[in-house]
């Protein structure tokens, strides 16, 4: 696996170490349990409970293994240490659609965290590779399915 760097705020560092432990410490269990009792309830060849259990294990060690290299690869964000002037990882960005709507905030974050229902975007998304750079002011072109959008830099915090 070609490992990069991953570009986390202490939250989003946090959240995710937090998920680990959970995984680790308790889902683990709980599916092993699950084995246990699928294979006490007879023939395991043609159980679906167990074929069924062994797919959410499949799942579960392999989201442990993603968290994992994540983290090893984990290069926090100092938000204090990002310009003010010109938008990059770290910072909340507040937009608004040229021509009119509503204001938008986002705060740049690395793909790992990315929450674009809480505002929470990636440096490598659309809108954020649209964004990375430019200052309060500037106008910014996103390609989007539904053709190109145009929003303007409100402030940069």
């Known amino acids: 696996m070609d490992e990069q760097q991953v570009f986390l705020t202490r939250e989003g560092y946090k959240k995710l170490e937090e998920e680990l432990h959970y995984l680790r410490t308790v889902r683990r269990q709980e599916v092993a349990e699950r084995l246990r009792a699928a294979q006490e309830d007879g023939e395991v060849l043609e159980n679906a409970e167990y074929d069924d259990a062994k797919n959410e294990q499949a799942f579960l060690e392999g989201r442990i293994l993603e968290l994992e290299t994540i983290l090893r690869n984990a290069v926090i964000i100092e938000e204090k240490s990002h310009r003010r002037d010109a938008v990059g990882l770290g910072c909340q960005v507040t937009i608004m659609e040229v021509g009119g709507g509503e204001l938008e905030t986002y705060h740049i974050v690395g793909s790992a965290e990315a929450e ?42």
């Open 116 to 157: 674009p229902e809480r505002g929470y975007i990636s440096y490598l998304s659309p809108l954020g590779k649209a964004l990375l750079g430019h200052k309060v002011g500037d106008e910014v072109t996103v390609d989007a399915p539904d053709g190109e959008l145009h929003f303007r830099i409100i402030s940069i915090q």
